[in-house]
């Protein structure tokens, strides 16, 4: 019997996603056998093409804040979004798909790089120069990566997972969804931690068929 998958739906430039990293992780380790896992980058900000405002950047570092002392992951606060800096989430979330392509065992890594560059090393992930280092560190080739990352097709892929997650209603991330015999389960929207979590995913694999589905599958 085929596995259900686990939609992971985030944005590698989404502040709530990197607090909810250490779960995503916990996760994939120990629901390995029972989903099968899957990662969409949804699209927080794609297509931003002028520099933050000094209002919107003092709430998003508010959220980064928020971040940090709900979940105790790491930010470096002092000098974090210049006044240049073009808040551009495609070019992140079209790396992850570039990953995907070379090699599907890095997708989630290479995710969880772009995060940490972004939020803590203060590396500007919009740029596919950055991008490349961190596929090389994680041993895909830069040539490959840049390549893959420059195609239509991957322009194209990430194009279709932000529209599949506007199909699917999907409006905040990180969101967790659960696809099985052609139905679809919204599991969780927003951070969670994971002893929740565990709990949800145990109570739909235990009773999968009493759940009614919260999302109808889109043609």
């Not at 239509?152 to 905040?172: C, M, P, V, Y």
């Not at 696809?179 to 235990?206: C, M, N, V």
Request: glycine content about 4%; charged content about 15%.
């Amino acid at each position: 019997m085929e596995k259900p998958v686990l939609w992971y739906i985030a944005d590698p430039m989404c502040s709530w996603c990197w607090g909810f990293a250490p779960v995503i992780a916990q996760i994939r380790e120990e629901y390995a056998t029972a989903f099968t896992l899957k990662l969409m980058p949804g699209g927080l900000r794609p297509g931003t093409a002028a520099p933050l405002l000094p209002e919107k950047r003092a709430q998003i570092l508010q959220h980064w804040h928020t971040v940090h002392a709900t979940t105790g992951q790491p930010f470096t606060f002092e000098h974090a979004l210049p006044e240049t800096f073009i808040y551009d989430t495609e070019p992140a979330c079209r790396g992850v798909v570039s990953a995907s392509f070379i090699d599907p065992e890095k997708t989630f890594p290479f995710f969880a790089a772009i995060q940490h560059a972004f939020y803590v090393d203060q590396k500007d992930v919009t740029q596919l120069a950055t991008l490349a280092e961190l596929a090389v560190h994680l041993a895909i080739p830069e040539s490959q990566f840049v390549s893959a990352f420059q195609s239509d097709n991957a322009k194209q892929h990430t194009l279709e997972g932000f529209q599949r997650a506007a199909q699917w209603g999907i409006s905040g991330f990180p969101t967790l969804v659960i696809e099985s015999a052609a139905q679809r389960y919204l599991l969780t929207t927003g951070y969670r931690p994971f002893e929740t979590l565990r709990q949800l995913l145990d109570s739909w694999l235990q009773s999968p068929i009493a759940r009614n589905p919260a999302i109808q599958r889109n043609q």
